[in-house]
Every structure is written in structure tokens, then in C-alpha cells.
T-cell receptor, first 113, second 110 residues
Framework: EPEVTQTPSHQVTQMGQEVILRCVPI?????FYWYRQILGQKVEFLVS????????KSEIFDDQFSVERPDGSNFTLKIRSTKLEDSAMYFC???????????FGDGTRLSIL | RKEVEQDPGPFNVPEGATVAFNCTYS??????FFWYRQDCRKEPKLLMS???SGNEDGRFTAQLNRASQYISLLIRDSKLSDSATYLC???????????FGGGTRVLVKP
């Protein structure tokens, strides 16, 4: 069964540094998402991406965040200047069509020191 | 009021027993409903979509009550492998983002 894959599985970064989280969505999927889950809390929506542009973003997704789909297969989340509170599990998700359920990758654990 | 609210549990369930739990949502424009399961420190995995007429997938039955704005999940003949956190997930009509509840933890014991 095709899967959403994410790399790295764990990223440790110094506060203030830039970090890029990578995702390879399922190949025929058209809608892409990033979510995060702070330890012990619920999963929170960050951003959705469709047709090469952001379609929706949450208030968490401020100017330090950006997304890109550089080559038709990768979907990246960049955090420009990381803060301690950015420590969380980041999940990428994708789906083939508007009314289809989203499928999640196994996440990147981001630890900011 | 939280957008999607769940009893955090845990629900301690003897193996082979039936367990059921609900989730309430606040936005009446919510259009699509799902149950995902999440194992400890893992990604959410789709368990089932929830349809207006209710639906069943093996030992799992989901119901939707639009008037009272809640959905339910029933697990019959619980297995040890059913131990997980069950996430109630809602999508409103206007957007594609998913809104998650905090999850209901289920522990199935021998």
C-alpha cells in the first residue's frame, strides 16, 4: 500500500536555527497538509496546499513558516528561526481528491534545544 | 467551547467486551466525519469515515447524530490490539483542513 513518507524521523536543532522537514506524499495525491502535535496535546492543523499554492493556513502558521513543493514529488515545511515551543511531532498528510480522507506520514519529531 | 470534544478516558475494557464512546462537535457547518486511531507516538491512521446513516466496518460501528452534533464509535469483541487513542476528526464544508479532538484512550486488558 502506498505511503506518505517523512524525513528525518527525528530532528534536533538549536533555537534560532532554520529547519526543513521533508515529505513525499502518495504519488497520485493532489492535496497536501502539515499538522503538528505537541507532546500530550491534540493534532493541530498548520497549512494546506493545492495546485501549487497555500489554500488555507492556521494562526500557528506565521511568517516563520513556509511550504514548498519544489519538484513535483517532495513537499517541505521550513521553519526559519526555531523557538523552543516549536518542539513537536510534525505530520505530513495527503489525499487524492477533495472528498477523500487524508493519509498521514509517520511524522518527524522536532526537538528544539 | 472546544471545536471537537472527547472524553479522554482511559476506557479500561476486558478483552472480548464491547466499548462505546462519543465525540461532540461545535460547528454546525461540519460536513465530513472520521475516526482515526493513534498509537503512542505514532501517526494518526484512518479507522473509518462516518456516514449520515451510520456504518459498520467489521467490529467497528460509527454513528452520526447531526441534530445533537455528536458522533459515536462502538467496538465489539475488543482485541488487545484495539488498545490505542481514538481520534474524532471533523471537516467543515468550507475548508479542507481536519479538526481533531483530543482523543479517547482505550486500554483492552486480558
Amino acid at each position: 500500500e502506498p505511503e506518505v513518507t517523512q524525513t528525518p524521523s527525528h530532528q534536533v536543532t538549536q533555537m534560532g536555527q532554520e529547519v526543513i522537514l521533508r515529505c513525499v506524499p502518495i504519488s497520485n495525491h493532489l492535496y497536501f497538509y502539515w499538522y503538528r502535535q505537541i507532546l500530550g496535546q491534540k493534532v493541530e492543523f498548520l497549512v494546506s496546499f493545492y495546485n501549487n499554492e497555500i489554500s488555507e493556513k492556521s494562526e500557528i502558521f506565521d511568517d516563520q513558516f513556509s511550504v514548498e513543493r519544489p519538484d513535483g514529488s517532495n513537499f517541505t515545511l521550513k521553519i526559519r528561526s526555531t523557538k523552543l515551543e516549536d518542539s513537536a511531532m510534525y505530520f505530513c498528510a495527503s489525499k487524492p481528491g477533495s472528498n477523500q480522507p487524508q493519509h498521514f506520514g509517520d511524522g518527524t519529531r522536532l526537538s528544539i534545544l | 467551547r472546544k471545536e471537537v470534544e472527547q472524553d479522554p478516558g482511559p476506557f479500561n475494557v476486558p478483552e472480548g467486551a464491547t466499548v462505546a464512546f462519543n465525540c461532540t462537535y461545535s460547528n454546525s457547518a461540519s460536513q465530513s466525519f472520521f475516526w482515526y486511531r493513534q498509537d503512542c507516538r505514532k501517526e494518526p491512521k484512518l479507522l473509518m469515515s462516518v456516514y449520515s446513516s451510520g456504518n459498520e466496518d467489521g467490529r467497528f460501528t460509527a454513528q452520526l447524530n447531526r441534530a445533537s452534533q455528536y458522533i459515536s464509535l462502538l467496538i465489539r469483541d475488543s482485541k488487545l490490539s484495539d488498545s490505542a487513542t481514538y481520534l474524532c476528526v471533523v471537516k467543515i464544508a468550507a475548508g479542507n483542513k481536519l479538526t481533531f479532538g483530543g482523543g479517547t484512550r482505550v486500554l483492552v486488558k486480558p
